[in-house]
């Protein structure tokens, strides 16, 4: 399984992102998926995640302003990421095949995404 994720940058605060996992064949349709992220001097954490099974999951921090959804078709997945903040400010990773509690399979290199204040 190979994971790409891409669509970071930077953005002032209040301003919108779009992130895309694009993923090898099946997998998105096949596995649970999901955004981690990981700031300067902390520890990764979950940000969303989008199952056949359970629905979509969010952290609280990110509830109502970030989406999760996915394109069986094209085999990715996005975050639309709204009102951000600069707390936002993190490496984004997508993972694919949860094992457990925040634990992934697989997992793809990092986006930079940097929101000014």
């Known amino acids: 399984v190979q994971l790409q994720a891409s669509g970071g940058g930077l953005v002032q605060a209040g301003g919108s992102l779009r992130l895309s996992c694009a993923a090898s064949?099946?997998?998105?349709?096949?596995?649970?998926m999901a955004w981690f992220r990981q700031a300067p001097g902390k520890e990764r954490e979950f940000v969303a995640a989008i199952s056949r099974i359970s629905g979509n999951t969010y952290a609280d921090f990110v509830k109502g302003r970030f989406t999760v959804s996915r394109d069986n078709a094209k085999n990715t997945v996005y975050l639309q990421m709204d009102s951000l903040k600069p707390e936002d400010t993190a490496v984004y990773y997508c993972?694919?095949?949860?094992?457990?509690?925040?634990?992934?399979?697989?997992w793809g290199q990092g986006t930079q995404v940097t929101v000014s204040s």
């Open positions: 064949a099946r997998t998105v349709a096949s596995y649970t």
């Open positions: 993972a694919a095949q949860r094992l457990g509690p925040n634990q992934y399979n697989y």
